[in-house]
């Protein structure tokens, strides 16, 4: 997940090309699509990904939120100019 086309994989490597989600125009990093964008579903209410990950179903919850939600860390929700 560290190289999905976020705003914040963005930031560090094209500091001129676009980093807001297109949803909350916020920094598009890790946190805010698994934990709180507004554009996915979840079923967790959790503070941070330290306590996602710390889960015993941490991996059978990321693979049911990238089935439900099939355009998550894609270029389709890619921040861009348009959004």
Not at 14 to 39: S, W
Not at 53 to 71: H, I, P
């Amino acid at each position: 997940l560290d190289h999905a086309p976020l705003g914040s994989f963005r930031k560090r490597f094209f500091p001129d090309a676009p980093t807001q989600c297109p949803e909350c125009h916020v920094l598009q990093d890790r946190a805010h699509v698994l934990l709180k964008c507004k554009r996915y579903r979840r079923w967790w209410e959790l503070r941070g990904e330290f306590e996602f990950l710390q889960r015993m179903s941490a991996y059978r919850d990321l693979n049911g939120f990238l089935t439900v939600n099939e355009s998550a860390f894609s270029f389709a929700d890619a921040p861009s100019t348009d959004a």
